[in-house]
């Protein structure tokens, strides 16, 4: 396996990675906490959340009652946040892939134990954190599993969904991390050809992907995860021509941002007014996202950074926890009054904006992220590289 030329102008491509990864946790996250008690209902003038196909007229009143076009635009995206956990799938497959065709090597050894140091140790803690504020602070009475359920990354069983809904994401990519390397090792042999003959037959989950919802997400997932491997494997075969051609390149990332936001106006917002029903492509937003935020973040004036990483990296410890507020304030009174009359909210434009207040928030917990990976995760990882090869000798009692 070789990596792209040194023309590939790597810096664009991991400038594009970070925004995406940001941009999508940001709605994510948003469109969680408008489900705080007080704080969606504070911008809707009292409106409900347009959970349901015939919640329509929540939808417009929603839309109508907001002063600023910013936020109409806004809840418009937001509203379909839950396609963004699709977004985040192709994302990772791009990500992998892109790191794995730049260094041009492959080490299972290394492979796992950044899986096992930047993945599951981070998914540990925040089970284990869910599982102590469910019991502890919510007064929740596990089942005789729940918590072995959790550990092992079982998040979509029904027993588990009640200490933190959003950790199912990581159960499926964590299947995915174990399929990667037979991809890898069908490139070696193969070449290109193996990535686009997976992305092809992957297809067939995507043609019937609805069906295969009511069992599992995986397959669909499995479909997202390989585009993005697909998406990086052409950028990195058309890296010359890219390096060559900078205005060309350049224009096809904007025509696809262009065609992205047309495509999406037309999926969130335009076939809902036509039929009347709050229903739209969660499979298909979630894949245009993917396409908007990474072809945008590349053309951003932005160099590669440190800053930039930090902050990208961040977004995984907001995805593990961010969660738990939502269940806390779910059950605790006192936090849906000091949620719904927040002080920060007084403050102009934080109390008019919906868009204001979530960046306000999002930002907030991004910092909270980048403080935990420099000094937990950092720390601990540390500890684990130095402990790695070093030899435990068990003495046998005489």
Request: aromatic share 16%; glycine share 8%.
């Given at each position: 396996?070789?990596?792209?030329?040194?023309?590939?102008?790597?810096?664009?491509?991991?400038?594009?990675?970070?925004?995406?990864?940001?941009?999508?946790?940001?709605?994510?996250?948003?469109?969680?906490?408008?489900?705080?008690?007080?704080?969606?209902?504070?911008?809707?003038?009292?409106?409900?959340?347009?959970?349901?196909?015939?919640?329509?007229?929540?939808?417009?009143?929603?839309?109508?009652?907001?002063?600023?076009?910013?936020?109409?635009?806004?809840?418009?995206?937001?509203?379909?946040?839950?396609?963004?956990?699709?977004?985040?799938?192709?994302?990772?497959?791009?990500?992998?892939?892109?790191?794995?065709?730049?260094?041009?090597?492959?080490?299972?050894?290394?492979?796992?134990?950044?899986?096992?140091?930047?993945?599951?140790?981070?998914?540990?803690?925040?089970?284990?954190?869910?599982?102590?504020?469910?019991?502890?602070?919510?007064?929740?009475?596990?089942?005789?599993?729940?918590?072995?359920?959790?550990?092992?990354?079982?998040?979509?069983?029904?027993?588990?969904?009640?200490?933190?809904?959003?950790?199912?994401?990581?159960?499926?990519?964590?299947?995915?991390?174990?399929?990667?390397?037979?991809?890898?090792?069908?490139?070696?042999?193969?070449?290109?050809?193996?990535?686009?003959?997976?992305?092809?037959?992957?297809?067939?989950?995507?043609?019937?992907?609805?069906?295969?919802?009511?069992?599992?997400?995986?397959?669909?997932?499995?479909?997202?995860?390989?585009?993005?491997?697909?998406?990086?494997?052409?950028?990195?075969?058309?890296?010359?021509?890219?390096?060559?051609?900078?205005?060309?390149?350049?224009?096809?990332?904007?025509?696809?941002?262009?065609?992205?936001?047309?495509?999406?106006?037309?999926?969130?917002?335009?076939?809902?007014?036509?039929?009347?029903?709050?229903?739209?492509?969660?499979?298909?937003?979630?894949?245009?996202?993917?396409?908007?935020?990474?072809?945008g973040g590349m053309l951003l004036p932005l160099g590669q950074s440190k800053t930039l990483r930090t902050l990208g990296a961040a977004t995984y410890p907001v995805y593990l926890f961010h969660y738990?507020?939502?269940?806390?304030?779910?059950?605790?009174?006192?936090?849906?009054?000091?949620?719904?009359?927040?002080?920060?909210?007084?403050?102009?434009?934080?109390?008019?904006?919906?868009?204001?207040?979530?960046?306000?928030?999002?930002?907030?917990?991004?910092?909270?992220?980048?403080?935990?990976?420099?000094?937990?995760?950092?720390?601990?990882?540390?500890?684990?590289?130095?402990?790695?090869?070093?030899?435990?000798?068990?003495?046998?009692?005489?």
């Amino acid at each position: 396996m070789t990596g792209p030329g040194s023309s590939f102008i790597p810096a664009r491509m991991s400038v594009g990675i970070d925004i995406a990864r940001i941009c999508t946790m940001f709605l994510i996250v948003s469109g969680h906490y408008m489900q705080l008690p007080g704080f969606y209902s504070h911008f809707s003038g009292g409106v409900g959340y347009p959970f349901q196909p015939g919640d329509i007229s929540q939808f417009r009143d929603s839309l109508a009652n907001q002063a600023w076009g910013l936020d109409r635009l806004f809840l418009v995206v937001d509203f379909s946040y839950w396609s963004l956990n699709f977004t985040f799938f192709a994302l990772s497959g791009l990500s992998l892939w892109f790191s794995t065709r730049k260094s041009g090597v492959f080490s299972l050894r290394d492979y796992f134990f950044k899986r096992f140091t930047g993945v599951y140790l981070g998914y540990f803690i925040a089970a284990l954190a869910a599982f102590l504020i469910a019991v502890t602070l919510l007064g929740h009475k596990p089942g005789e599993h729940d918590l072995n359920y959790l550990l092992l990354g079982v998040t979509r069983a029904r027993e588990t969904v009640f200490y933190n809904d959003t950790l199912w994401f990581m159960s499926i990519l964590f299947i995915l991390y174990l399929i990667y390397p037979f991809i890898v090792f069908l490139y070696a042999r193969l070449g290109p050809v193996a990535v686009f003959a997976i992305s092809t037959a992957s297809s067939y989950f995507f043609i019937h992907k609805h069906v295969l919802a009511t069992v599992t997400f995986l397959p669909t997932a499995f479909t997202f995860f390989i585009i993005g491997i697909a998406v990086a494997e052409l950028l990195c075969l058309a890296s010359d021509i890219l390096a060559r051609y900078k205005k060309t390149g350049a224009l096809i990332a904007l025509s696809t941002s262009v065609t992205c936001v047309y495509l999406l106006h037309s999926v969130l917002y335009a076939s809902i007014m036509a039929s009347n029903r709050y229903e739209y492509d969660t499979h298909a937003s979630g894949l245009l996202f993917f396409f908007l935020f990474l072809s945008g973040g590349m053309l951003l004036p932005l160099g590669q950074s440190k800053t930039l990483r930090t902050l990208g990296a961040a977004t995984y410890p907001v995805y593990l926890f961010h969660y738990l507020l939502v269940r806390v304030c779910s059950v605790d009174p006192s936090l849906h009054e000091t949620i719904s009359r927040a002080r920060f909210l007084a403050f102009w434009p934080l109390g008019e904006s919906i868009l204001a207040a979530s960046t306000a928030i999002f930002v907030l917990l991004l910092t909270l992220g980048v403080v935990y990976n420099r000094f937990v995760v950092a720390t601990l990882t540390a500890g684990m590289h130095a402990a790695l090869g070093r030899e435990i000798r068990v003495r046998r009692r005489d």
